[in-house]
């Protein structure tokens, strides 16, 4: 099984700035994903961390908008950059491994934009 | 595309009741599918998945190819099995998860 803490667990930002978000893992993991969750809804993948490379990005989402840093395998960041009101939202780290293709997550950072 | 529905977004049983939580899903391959649980105030956990044919919590899930679904399924629903349930489907192409909009469970007293 796999730890993951994430922080902050919580902020509130202002229009036009960029936050990071950290991302731990207690363990070595294959796989590390970030994930946005709107209240009520379900889960978006925004992208695929990869180690050591650039992120893979699902469509919609830009790396100029969602910098995300993977310089080993247990640690991760996600940048929400030049924020508005939309995006607010839940982030969620996410990490498991490939064999075994169990996904644990973080307990997700709320973001809140005025 | 790789796609999984979850048509129902509540679904409201009383304390006994069977419940079923409806996945269908579509994928050109082997699926791998899953059942993640998210409790009130507590992070999305794995419920089972359907390599290992448990039953967790009283809960099971079978996957049928012919219907592409995998339902899952309790035959006496407990109040503390009120939370959210997320059916995902592993992309053995992508190297991701796929994840339903979710059905929220509320079993009433």
Known sequence: SAVISQKPSRDICQRGTSLTIQCQVDSQVTMMFWYRQQPGQSLTLIATANQGSEATYESGFVIDKFPISRPN??????????????????????????????LFFGEGSRLTVL | AQRVTQPEKLLSVFKGAPVELKCNYSYSGSPELFWYVQYSRQRLQLLLRHISRESIKGFTADLNKGETSFHLKKPFAQEEDSAMYYCALF??????????????LSVLP
């Open chain 2, 91 to 104: 992309d053995n192409y992508g190297q991701n998860f796929v994840f339903g909009p979710g059905t929220r």
């Open chain 1, 73 to 102: 395998l247990t640690f991760s960041t996600l940048t929400v950059s030049n924020m508005s009101p939309e995006d607010s939202s839940i982030y969620l780290c996410s990490a498991g491994i490939v064999n075994t293709g169990e």
